[in-house]
């Protein structure tokens, strides 16, 4: 039992009902990270950083975050008390500011973090230096800066492992996640596949070119979470996909796709999902279409954070079906 905990992990596996009948697959199941204690799979991360950070007697952190390790390190630093720092993008959406700062972090944003890869190498490089000369833990969900903690999202794959599904689809923004569920499921014969956005493609866009250089991006993508335009984690979760010998693939979607893939869960499944959460529907759709995904091989999509995290992207949903605004005295005749 991890001594830093607000009851992260064992998160619900969900039959689809609607949307397995609608694309005519025989088993599809959505595994809900989104009933996270903060709402996202980061709570995994944050727990096994932070209970190994304060056992090294750590106690002040800064971190970087497009917002989800921010609200999940703004929650856990409350209760464990530790005072932190989080530098997020101008782009987060609210639903995730409004956590970190509820929850009594400092917060900073800086223009261009996380969509520019010439601003956020330079940002790294500075928070890099400033954790160092001080008492201060950098907190980042990647191998590359906090491999503990990243162990500790591992055991998203072993809670997979029996129900022994044919295939699993995680969203990617550096390749952190995606690389953590691949190893939590080695010992099996699950086929783990990342699915990043086409606007912002490091590794799968390395792995469909068939070379081994990450070049960096200037990031298009809306969706928030897999907006990592440079080379964090992508390096080494391109080398875990090559590791795998072709049975694992990575996916290039349009954001459109992810949009409308939200919105299928939204509608059809009841799951509040945020954009990123549903780029591994939108993943598996594509490797269906592709013909590469036979209908028969049971499939899990992870959904990474919930729907309250990105208030604009759900009320965009939402148009879609308007209220009706009416009078007392008109309501039996719209009931009718
Ligand atoms: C909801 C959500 N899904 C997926 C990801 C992508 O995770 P990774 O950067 O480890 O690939 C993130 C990262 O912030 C996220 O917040």
Redesign the pocket.
């Given at each position: 039992m991890p001594r830093v905990t607000l009851g992260e992990g064992r998160t619900p596996l969900i039959a689809s009902r609607r949307i397995a009948r609608e694309l005519g697959l025989a088993s599809l199941a959505f595994k809900l990270e989104s009933c996270n204690p903060s709402g996202?799979?980061?709570d995994r991360f944050i727990a096994a950083e932070l209970d190994q950070l304060l056992a090294r007697g750590v106690r002040a952190c800064i971190a970087t975050?497009?917002?989800?390790?921010g609200a999940s390190l703004a929650a856990y630093a409350a209760r464990y008390e530790v005072p932190c720092t989080i530098v997020v993008s101008d782009s987060t959406p609210t639903g995730k500011l409004v956590q970190m700062a509820a929850h009594g972090a400092r917060l900073i944003q800086v223009r261009g973090f996380t969509t520019n890869g010439a601003i956020t190498g330079r940002v790294m490089t500075l928070l890099r230096d400033y954790a160092a000369a001080r008492p201060a833990a950098l907190v980042v969900?990647?191998y590359r800066y906090c491999p503990g903690g990243m162990a500790g999202v591992e055991s998203l794959g072993h809670e997979l492992a029996p129900a022994a599904p044919a295939h699993v689809f995680v969203?990617?923004?550096?390749?952190?996640?995606?690389i953590?569920v691949s190893r939590g499921l080695q010992a099996t014969p699950t086929r783990v596949h990342a699915v990043q956005p086409a606007g912002c493609s490091t590794f799968a866009a390395s792995w469909q070119r068939g070379g081994d250089a990450i070049l960096p991006v200037e990031s298009h993508t809306r969706v928030?979470?897999?907006s990592?335009p440079f080379d964090?984690?992508a390096s080494l979760?391109l080398a875990e996909l090559r590791s795998r010998s072709g049975s694992a693939w990575a996916l290039a979607v349009p954001d459109a796709a992810i949009f409308a893939a939200q919105a299928m869960m939204m509608e059809m499944e009841g799951i509040s999902t945020?954009p990123?959460?549903a780029?591994a529907l939108a993943g598996l759709i594509q490797a269906l279409q592709d013909g590469r995904l036979g209908k028969t091989e049971p499939a899990v999509c992870i959904v990474?954070?919930h729907g309250f995290?990105d208030p604009a992207a759900a009320e965009a949903i939402a148009a879609r079906h308007p209220a009706v605004q009416a009078e007392a005295d008109e309501l039996e005749s719209l009931l009718a």
């Open positions: 996202s799979y980061k975050s497009s917002g989800n390790t969900s990647a969203p990617a923004g550096s390749g952190g996640m995606f953590a928030s979470g897999l990592v964090i984690d979760a945020e990123a959460g780029a990474s954070g995290k």
